[in-house]
């Protein structure tokens, strides 16, 4: 049994150490006062809520404001004025007159008169101040005994909450009861009801119905070390409007309603600022009002009328408890704080180490109880402490709560020790499997590594050895397209060789994408676009396809697209060409339609536009079933007839779905088997404001020579001879001058001898490769800006960033395509093309277009340079210098510097290519 009883207190030592320990501190601190304005705030906060009392009739007041001492015309008024003033009362026949007005020195005229009403007037009670400065009471009544005392008691905030029923007047050496007390024993007196002592220890005093104690200092409730007299707490009944009034001016001129003031008691008493008899009350200060006063006759008339009140009625007087009680009240509640918040945080819904929660909770919970015991003690007249064991409720639970939280953090502490040492235990243990495992995922991830290095390694090898056989066949057959001696069955058969050959390069270039894609290596470059061209374009090399099939190719492309906008022209014409060649290729009857529509035009706050196009591709095919829609995007996957998969790789949509994705939309389809599907996707493209000049964009096959210069020279180094055949057939016809070398070495000693004006060379050769060759180039002086193009069949970022590294101006990727050559001629040397007009077909756009001022061809030679070797310094101070050599080239200047702001330093070398070959107006 005392084992479980030990093991009892020790779980409970917490609330048996803390409950008390509160308790006492609190007591202590309330027996100092220290509280004790608290309680007065929370004693007033009552007074305030509870429910308001009926007007007390028995007790009338003759208030003397400012307007009537203004009609009287002095103050103190005179002796002739105040006998008027009481013989209209004394006229009413009341109960009792208390003159709540200090008489006691005469105010001619009139003050035999005074004395003479004063003898006459036996239910007449004058006042007289004892306490702390004496004021004397008029003669004649203190002669008569027909006096009270006007003190009232004032709290240590300024406030009256209690009054005196008698005071001790040292000079008199008698008790002198308190005006209110005096007519309030004088009104029951004439209702038989008079004073009787029941304890005279304890000055227990009965009065009808009522029984008085006098406060002592020490009470729990309300302490207070002036306890000198007979006081009682006053149970106010509240303000001057609790009791019927009457000006003294309508008294004067005796305009007192009948009955007023006959058998009731008559206060008369100042209400007027000036004269300085205010107090404050319970009732004077709330949280959103300023605070108010309370005359003092209203004070004693309340006091009167608790009298009264509680002798015929039984009507609460306020009573207090004794220190004895309020010392347990205190302990009660420090326990139910310590236990109330104990339970609390043992319950499972609170088991998360919530421990100011739980503290809040347990004290809203018991503070609320305490709260309303305490009001409704009051509304019975018990004034019962109510900070006091608030206090000590809330430090007990806040005390408990923290006892609590350490004797958990000692458990957690242990438990700590305790898993740290099964952790150690563990880790010795783990460490060895760790290494082991180590070892094991070196090895998966250096034979993935080596996995991944040789498929990149064998996609380059594969790419480079596809791109040079096809550099052959794609270049032959791009000069023999050229040839006019042909007949047109040889002519069919060249362009059979030459769709095929370009249909190889382009399943090359999708397992190439493929990987990037799968290495996260495939990057968006943004460029100026002429969208007009653009997309006429991209419709022309699919119209073919669909007339070779006759299908109707519809095009509908809204009046509202921008002229210009920024976006990756390359990828941009692979999904579109891939979803219309997907369409025609699954069409076989009806239809195919390219559309490319205005979905939403938006300007930004740094006034640049953007455009938001939808294009979308339908087709009158065989549509698809919902189970394909969801493969059609997965690599290798193809859909529909066997004779249709054996057309493609199901390489195009993947790569197609990803790359919109990357420029920030979604590629939607929907489809219904067998009657057609609609590939669409929407992009947010920026417009271009600057002013460009129109180009003119014309077939290769019909150039047959060039303006700008006499004679160009163009240096061509390859070590394989048919390629070096592929490019001197392409130019020689139109009139370059073309010398040959077979590697670097070779081509360094023709640059020396033939002077070229431009070089290709390829890099990948014996001897000395291309690399070498141009970084030996730039070191001549008479060199340094000549133009060299490099072309390789392989197509890896890295190779092109050593190509310009090395010096050079551009690079061409093999197979080499007859247009793309000689746009870089074009551009490098500053060339116009000489057509065959029975050749061509070009576009001129007719349409007002905008136009950039870009400097003149060797003026961006610097600019070229810096950006070929990433010089982003460079860049920028050349730039700045370009703009402020001619105001006409800021636009151009302007986007060098942003994009040399992102590093961009291909954007930079395509922004250049673009415009270094357009002249500005007026050159």
Avoid at 115 to 132: C, D, F, Q, R, V
Avoid at 273 to 281: A, E, G, I, K, V
Wanted: hydrophobic share 40%; with cysteine; glycine share 6%.
């Amino acid at each position: 049994m005392w084992h479980q009883i030990g093991k009892l207190i020790k779980r409970w030592q917490g609330i048996l150490v803390i409950a008390p320990t509160v308790a006492v501190a609190v007591i202590v601190g309330n027996a100092t006062g220290a509280l004790q304005l608290l309680e007065w705030v929370t004693l007033d906060q009552f007074f305030r809520l509870r429910p308001p009392e009926g007007v007390d009739s028995r007790i009338v007041i003759v208030t003397i404001d400012e307007t009537d001492i203004d009609a009287v015309g002095q103050w103190p008024m005179s002796d002739r004025t105040l006998t008027q003033l009481l013989r209209n009362i004394k006229a009413q026949q009341p109960a009792g007159i208390g003159l709540d007005l200090y008489r006691d020195l005469p105010v001619e005229p009139g003050h035999q008169e005074l004395i003479a009403l004063y003898k006459s007037t036996p239910n007449l009670i004058g006042i007289e101040k004892i306490t702390p400065t004496t004021i004397a009471p008029p003669p004649v009544l203190a002669e008569r005994h027909q006096v009270g005392a006007a003190d009232l008691a004032l709290d240590g905030d300024g406030k009256v909450r209690r009054a005196f029923m008698s005071v001790n007047n040292l000079h008199s050496r008698r008790d002198r009861q308190g005006l209110g007390v005096k007519l309030a024993l004088m009104y029951l007196k004439s209702k038989k009801i008079e004073l009787k002592v029941l304890n005279p220890k304890q000055n227990k005093i009965g009065l009808g119905q009522a029984v008085f104690l006098p406060l002592r200092g020490d009470e729990g409730g309300y302490v207070d070390k002036d306890a000198g007299g007979y006081q009682v707490l006053i149970n106010y009944r509240g303000g001057l409007e609790k009791f019927p009034s009457i000006a003294m001016t309508d008294v004067l001129n005796n305009r007192i309603p009948p009955d007023l003031m006959r058998d009731r008691i008559v206060f008369i008493g100042a209400t007027a600022p000036s004269l300085n008899d205010l107090f404050h009350t319970p009732y004077s200060s709330t949280i959103f009002k300023k605070p108010s006063y309370t005359p003092g006759v209203v004070i004693h008339a309340n006091l009167a009328s608790q009298i009264v009140s509680a002798a015929s009625e039984g009507r609460h007087l306020l009573r207090v408890w004794d220190s004895t009680f309020n010392q347990i009240w205190i302990f009660v509640w420090s326990g139910i704080g310590t236990i109330l918040t104990w339970n609390i945080l043992q319950r499972f819904w609170l088991k998360r180490n919530i421990f100011l929660g739980s503290t809040i909770l347990s004290i809203i919970i018991a503070g609320s109880l305490l709260c309303g015991i305490s009001y409704i003690a009051f509304l019975q007249g018990w004034v019962i402490p109510v900070f006091s064991p608030f206090l000590a409720l809330g430090s007990a639970a806040i005390l408990i709560s923290n006892d609590r939280n350490q004797q958990q953090l000692k458990q957690a502490n242990e438990r700590l020790l305790q898993v740290n040492q099964q952790l150690a235990d563990y880790s010795r243990n783990l460490e060895l499997k760790v290494k082991e495992r180590t070892q094991e995922l070196e090895i998966a991830k250096e034979a993935a590594d080596a996995a991944n290095q040789a498929k990149s390694d064998f996609l380059a090898s594969m790419s480079h050895e596809l791109r040079t056989p096809l550099n052959g066949i794609l270049g032959y057959a791009q000069i023999l397209q050229r040839s006019r001696t042909l007949s047109k069955e040889d002519q069919k058969g060249i362009n059979i060789i030459y769709q095929s050959g370009s249909h190889l390069l382009n399943l090359i270039n999708d397992l190439l994408d493929l990987a990037k894609i799968e290495a996260r290596r495939l990057e968006i470059y943004e460029s100026d676009l002429y969208l007009s061209s653009f997309l006429t374009s991209v419709a022309e090399i699919c119209r073919i396809k669909a007339e070779q099939k006759d299908l109707v190719f519809q095009v509908e492309f809204s009046p509202d697209l921008p002229q210009q906008v920024r976006a990756d022209e390359k990828r941009l014409r692979q999904v579109l060409i891939n979803l219309l060649g997907n369409a025609i290729k699954f069409t076989d009857v009806g239809s195919v339609t390219f559309k490319a529509i205005v979905v939403d035009g938006s300007v930004s706050k740094v006034e640049r536009q953007r455009v938001k196009i939808r294009f979308q591709v339908e087709d009158t095919g065989v549509g698809m079933t919902n189970e394909q829609i969801d493969k059609i995007f997965l690599p290798f996957e193809q859909v529909g007839e066997n004779r249709r998969k054996a057309e493609g790789t199901g390489l195009g949509l993947a790569i197609s779905h990803n790359i919109v994705q990357m420029m920030g939309s979604k590629l939607e389809v929907s489809s219904e088997l067998g009657v057609g599907s609609v590939f669409s996707f929407e992009l947010n493209l920026e417009t271009i404001s600057d002013k460009i000049q129109a180009i003119e964009v014309t077939k290769a096959e019909a150039v047959v020579g060039f303006t700008g210069r006499e004679s160009v020279k163009v240096l061509v180094v390859d070590d394989q001879a048919e390629s070096r055949d592929i490019i001197v057939g392409f130019l020689k016809p139109i009139g370059f001058d073309l010398i040959e070398a077979s590697n670097g070495s070779e081509g360094l000693e023709q640059v020396a001898i033939a002077k070229p004006d431009l070089i290709i060379t390829d890099l990948v050769m014996p001897v000395m490769d291309g690399f070498e060759m141009i970084r030996q180039i730039r070191t001549i002086p008479s060199f340094k800006n000549t133009e060299i193009i490099a072309i390789s069949a392989s197509t890896s970022s890295k190779n092109k960033k050593q190509t310009f590294f090395a010096g050079s101006n551009y690079f061409i990727s093999k197979p080499i395509q007859l247009p793309e050559l000689l746009e870089k001629l074009r551009s490098s040397l500053g060339l116009r093309w000489i057509v065959d007009p029975n050749k061509v077909d070009s576009q001129v756009q007719t349409e007002e277009v905008l136009k950039i001022v870009a400097p003149s061809y060797r003026e961006l030679q610097t600019l070229r340079r810096a950006a070929t070797i990433g010089d982003i310094e460079e860049i920028e101070l050349e730039a700045q210098r370009l703009e402020r050599l001619d105001p006409q080239y800021a636009s151009f200047c302007q986007r060098i510097l942003e994009l040399a702001h992102n590093f961009d330093d291909r954007g930079i070398l395509q922004w250049i290519e673009k415009h270094c070959a357009i002249e500005p107006e007026g050159n």
